[in-house]
């Protein structure tokens, strides 16, 4: 079963203990080790332990050199750890003779980004498409994975969004992968179809974007704790696990989404997979781009999300550039227009960046007064629900509202303006 904690991410009931091993040929891994730390977390794996390997070159057996090897089946007994996350992509046989080295389980970036996306596609077209990436990523890998499997059942990196046991069979995964995008083809052509049936409803939408551990979740928590109410399934299809309904002192409402975020090196063959993570951004009204302002490299972050944000169709959005972690970098200044410095950790420039939230999300509100028949009480219900009204009377020929609404609210409700 899936649940969130009091950050946002997903998490698996029962709680991992993990040791992270990153190898280096040189570059500087910091970066992509927190950033590690951050994934696992979100999926359900307690960081208690890292280890660092600077090599020239990768032992094509065992990947981490053999005395790192022992070191690290040592540091796995010591800390009763029971995973090991490596930073890089194993192969089958590498997986293998670690595990036969350490004793438990292995995984390596690669699963652990496919598990997080896994838990939060939504969509039917999202969860073909990870599922996708997952058998894609199994198929080379069958030798290493026949023994962990058949031992663990399911756990973090074999969390797939099917409900059906694990493929271990080239065969079986073969034929799934062809039914797979055969379903894709169908769901594709039936796409308009399916989005001119969707009713949009009139609250607004903010989705938070950019790479992960940029404090896109810790941004949400701030919002959602000023006020919230949790209402899964209540207007929308897509109000999934990281989605919440905000709901403001003045009666303002608006749905803040999370997304999973973009993570550095992702491997080419998850790419389709982490676009169908961003679904709910193409249904945004507006995009809060989080960027962690401490990063060095973090104009190159916003390049990038830019580029896939337009390949996603989502460029012409409304959007605001929020630096976060300004607490760590004071000095800090930028020349992007639209952009906030804020910190999600000391609170501050967070009441300048939901004014502007709102502001956004509300320009095209106006208010109005409408009067409705009383034998149209579906119509005032409906008219609750989307905003509080401000004024509410009950004249003789009908209820009299006053109320702040967009302009499909407005348009469809045009008969009974006044
Ligand atoms: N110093 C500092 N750390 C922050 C700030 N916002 C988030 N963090 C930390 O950065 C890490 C990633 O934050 P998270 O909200 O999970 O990022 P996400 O991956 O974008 O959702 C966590 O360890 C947070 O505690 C901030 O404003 N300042
Ligand atoms: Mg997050």
Request: zero cysteines; proline letters at 2%; hydrophobic letters at 40%.
């Amino acid at each position: 079963m899936i649940n969130i904690d009091e950050n946002n991410n997903v998490i698996e009931r029962e709680e991992y203990r993990a040791i992270l091993v990153g190898v280096s040929t040189g570059e500087d891994i910091a970066y992509s080790m927190e950033e590690l730390k951050n994934l696992a977390s979100a999926s359900g794996a307690e960081t208690i332990g890292e280890m660092v390997q600077n090599v020239d070159r990768i032992n094509s057996g065992t990947f981490i050199g053999t005395g790192k090897l022992e070191e690290l089946a040592e540091m796995v007994k010591n800390m009763e750890a029971d995973l090991v996350i490596f930073n890089d992509e194993l192969s089958g046989m590498q997986i293998r003779n670690i595990e036969d080295a350490v004793g438990v389980r292995i995984i390596d970036r690669t699963m652990l980004i496919l598990d997080i996306f896994a838990a939060r596609a939504t969509s039917r077209e999202g969860r073909l498409q990870v599922e996708l990436a997952q058998l894609q990523y199994r198929m080379p890998r069958l030798l290493g994975f026949g023994k962990s499997l058949s031992r663990l059942g399911g756990g973090i990196g074999t969390r797939g969004p099917g409900e059906k046991k694990l493929e271990t069979d080239r065969r079986h995964i073969q034929r799934r992968m062809d039914d797979i995008k055969k379903e894709m083809e169908e769901i594709k052509a039936n796409r308009s179809i399916q989005r001119a049936r969707r009713q949009k409803s009139d609250i607004p939408v903010a989705a938070l974007v950019g790479y992960t551990n940029a404090g896109k979740s810790s941004i949400m928590n701030i919002l959602v704790k000023e006020k919230q109410v949790f209402e899964k399934d209540m207007l929308f299809a897509t109000l999934d696990t990281a989605s919440r309904l905000i709901e403001l002192e003045d009666g303002k409402k608006f749905i803040l989404v999370d997304t999973v975020g973009f993570v550095s090196k992702l491997p080419h063959a998850l790419v389709n997979a982490f676009k169908a993570t961003l679904e709910e951004v193409t249904e945004a009204d507006l995009l809060i781009h989080v960027v962690d302002a401490s990063f060095e490299n973090h104009d190159f972050q916003i390049e990038v999300t830019e580029k896939v944000l337009k390949e996603l169709g989502a460029d012409g959005k409304e959007s605001l550039l929020a630096f976060n972690k300004i607490d760590k970098v004071p000095e800090f200044s930028s020349f992007e227009k639209n952009a906030f410095n804020i910190s999600a950790k000391s609170g501050q420039g967070m009441d300048e960046l939901k004014k502007e939230i709102i502001a956004k999300l509300y320009s095209d509100f106006e208010t109005v007064s409408l009067l409705i028949p009383y034998e149209r009480g579906d119509l005032v219900s409906y008219i609750n629900n989307q905003a509080k009204p401000l004024e509410t009377k009950y004249e003789p020929n009908g209820t009299l509202l006053k109320v702040n609404l967009g302009s499909a609210d407005r348009n469809r409700l045009k008969d009974y303006l006044i």
